[in-house]
């Protein structure tokens, strides 16, 4: 297992832009970038934050190689400054919510800062990985949603965007699926891997009953039988079930049989009701083909048995949207306040090094709205909507935690959380603070920002300087 | 740069399969799988091809490390199997036609021989690679067909899918875009590198002009300015024409502007009549902003002077399908046929060793059909619809090419084609042979397939056996 990008994973325009800012010397000067992004994916009503932990050691070790060097020379970059290139390190200071956090729109979800050179050089990286992770930690959580307690494991190596497979099956994880059919993640970030058996299996053996036993004399303790190869119900449970007992004879039991084509919901029940017939109440029931959401919660709405579903191409490719659309602007620069202007006035950018502050209930569950304010502010006293001014909110009294600590000093991570586990059970534990209305699918509840009276003098100063 | 995957990159099941297999002998059974797909993309006529070098290159190197056997070894596999794993070595034989190909539903596109334990377990590492390869060469290919001779770049690093992001830089190159903003795809596969400017290099500055100037001083043979970080015809155009003629008067020029919000249409004439008015007829167009097929088919269609295009998001992730279905499945086994059976006639696999006849019009452009034949066969005589037998078509006088040819033998890649170039302009060739009715967007012609009396036989005996 040998996985390492280097620095050359980035767009052209920001070593481009770095020799610029080399030239004239401006690579120094102390920036800050916002990571945020816009719109939801789904019709969601939140994101499950996901990529920090891959983010954080990509940036500990990003270097570009004596290739790499090479490679900028050839392309036209200046000998000067892919000099200073070769001893690049990244030695920024982020502030980010915890990995498996809810997030929401316009919001900034990573402050990164550092110098403009070493902040612009990772933009790419930071959206590549967050972007996606965040996409497929969202979706998982949403099949999550409509599971209940049935386990959930991500089938879709073979269906997804290509190397993309590798966080992809991590993320699924951290939003809620049990364990991935993708070994090489599994290995790479200890989760859980599980896996079945194929059609080429019985048809190798051509017939269905040896190739049932000849899978459970290999794996006694982890036998998944696959049985609709030929016929579901006429062949393959019957054999399973002739092969379970015989298993019981040995003091083995088998794991669970898998339906992978047909009515789920229909061969899931006859399946159920034969296999209890023969006394094999403890074999469960796995099911795939096709799985998202929305057929998860059809199946369980149709009290169908199934215990273990294997999710594919839907959650590993986020179908139907294939990104996050998270950006990365500069907030800051040499201490200076920096907007992007936008004809549409939702693209403007809000200025300013920041913090969010999650507003609380009483009980703890989240308040519905997040408070954005300058990081010399504090709390607000008050905010105000950022599009329609007329609209303010009192925030006195009202209980807050701030959502971005720091995670990374000087280029070095702090307080990381590498365990999957503890990343799951965080989203978890997150996502059970929201309250059910920004959770539905269909029409969720409109989580809302605020923004400080500090960001809205400040952003309206500099839409004023570049007014036309 | 380091990219290396090892034989944990498959599914858990391919791995328990092995293990059943080697437990009996039958992991040294002879085998053959066939690679193809059902479905094609984006309502489309057409895949093109694409992933076959990556695929011969990672089945050469393909080893399970002492780290992996290690791992394998904690999840419960049998030593003695893993001591084999250890030294494992495909050594299989792959006919394919050439990577960039144009290739339809249903017929074979790899046909993979070797031992049953080696062709199994490099299914999911095949089905990955060309799934999503495929995918994003056809949807370059659709955009490459609407943009005439406009220069198309990849700008999708920020919003791909992971690390799915490497070989998809390479595919979109394959199916027709010039160029690409990944510098680490552009240096491992040897793609040309292009790039412009962000807003933060403008926000940095603050003032425009003055970044111009900067970013003109730094890359005086390569400067591409974004125009509309503040407002594009009041600010950006104008004071792009500024640096440009001072860049005329340093004997250098401005390569192009770069338009990133708005109506690109009207934005690009206005600007082309500015920059014309200037002098300045050389200075390029470039436009990005949530273009896709139609997007830039519609600015062509308005004349909007474009000449380059930078298309992210929905290029990169092959949006709004993001996989192609492609499925791997055993066609023989120890010298006999073999099949999978399902309800759903559509899904029943061909059987046996099979080879795909491209048959070709007198022109030597595409007939619209593929015949199917055994290999022993030969070009078959007549073909048969493989669902409506009925439907019967004589083959006899109508030219033929075999499109499976051998590309790699015992393990080892033959003939190999790694120059991108060579293979893009492989899939511009084979693309021009199809007529323009498959090409289409809306509703294409159906490519057809045909088999030959000897498949047809072959299923139907195998059919009658497990009958139910």
Redesign the interface.
Same mark, same amino acid.
């Given at each position: 297992?040998?996985?390492?990008?280097?620095g050359?994973?980035?767009?052209?325009?920001?070593?481009?832009?770095g020799?610029?800012?080399y030239?004239?010397g401006?690579h120094k000067?102390p920036?800050t970038?916002d990571y945020f992004f816009r719109k939801l994916p789904f019709h969601n009503g939140y994101v499950v934050f996901a990529g920090l932990a891959d983010v954080l050691d990509m940036l500990e070790s990003l270097r570009f190689?004596s290739?790499?060097i090479d490679?900028?020379g050839k392309?036209?970059f200046n000998a000067d400054y892919l000099e200073m290139l070769r001893n690049f390190r990244f030695r920024g200071t982020i502030h980010a919510p915890r990995e498996g956090d809810v997030i929401f729109p316009a919001a900034p979800v990573l402050r990164v800062e550092g110098t403009?050179l070493e902040v612009?050089l990772v933009?790419?990286l930071i959206?590549?990985?967050l972007?996606?992770?965040s996409l497929i930690a969202t979706k998982a959580a949403r099949i999550r949603m409509v599971a209940g307690d049935s386990v959930l494991s991500d089938?879709g190596?073979?269906? &997804?965007? *290509?190397?993309? #497979?590798?966080?992809?099956s991590r993320a699924a994880v951290i939003g809620g699926f049990d364990s991935t059919?993708?070994?090489?993640a599994?290995?790479k970030y200890g989760l859980k &891997?599980? *896996?079945?058996? #194929?059609?080429?299996?019985i048809?190798?053996?051509?017939d269905e009953l040896q190739a049932f036993r000849?899978?459970a004399?290999?794996?006694p303790?982890?036998s998944v039988f696959l049985v609709?190869?030929?016929?579901t119900l006429?062949?393959g449970v019957p054999n399973a079930i002739k092969v379970a007992k015989e298993m019981e004879e040995r003091g083995e039991r088998l794991k669970a049989i898998r339906l992978d084509?047909?009515d789920l919901s229909f061969l899931a029940q006859r399946a159920r009701a034969m296999l209890d017939k023969a006394g094999l109440e403890y074999v469960k029931i796995a099911a795939s083909n096709q799985l998202d959401e929305f057929v998860v919660r059809s199946l369980r709405q149709q009290n169908a048995p199934i215990d273990i579903f294997g999710v594919g191409?839907n959650l590993?490719?986020?179908?139907?949207d294939?990104?996050?659309?998270g950006v990365y602007?500069?907030v800051e620069?040499d201490g200076?306040p920096?907007?992007?202007?936008?004809?549409?006035i939702q693209?403007v950018t809000l200025p300013g090094n920041k913090q969010v502050h999650r507003l609380l209930n009483e009980d703890g569950s989240f308040f519905g709205v997040d408070a954005l304010s300058l990081s010399a502010e504090g709390v607000p006293t008050h905010i105000i909507n950022p599009h329609e001014a007329h609209k303010t909110m009192q925030c006195a009294g009202i209980n807050s935690e701030p959502l971005l600590k720091l995670v990374m000093k000087n280029g070095e991570a702090i307080n990381r959380i590498d365990s999957i586990a503890e990343i799951k059970n965080y989203a978890s534990q997150r996502l059970s603070m929201l309250p059910p209305e920004y959770k539905r699918f269909e029409n969720p509840h409109v989580y809302k920002v605020g923004i400080s009276e500090g960001i809205k003098a400040m952003r309206d100063e500099l839409l004023k300087k570049?007014a036309?």
């Open positions: 297992m040998n996985f390492q990008i280097t050359t994973y980035t767009d052209l325009y920001q070593l481009a832009m020799q610029a800012y030239r004239d401006s000067m920036a970038f190689t290739e790499d490679y900028l392309q036209g403009m612009q933009e790419t959206l590549n990985t972007n996606f992770q089938f190596l073979r269906r &997804a965007q *290509g190397f993309g #497979a590798i966080t992809a059919s993708n070994v090489y599994a290995e &891997a599980e *896996g079945t058996m #194929a059609h080429s299996f048809q190798l053996y051509g000849k899978f004399e290999a794996r303790k982890n609709d190869t030929y016929n006429q062949s084509s047909g191409t590993i490719t986020g179908h139907p294939g990104a996050l659309d602007k500069l620069a200076k920096r907007i992007k202007v936008s004809e549409n693209k570049h036309f």
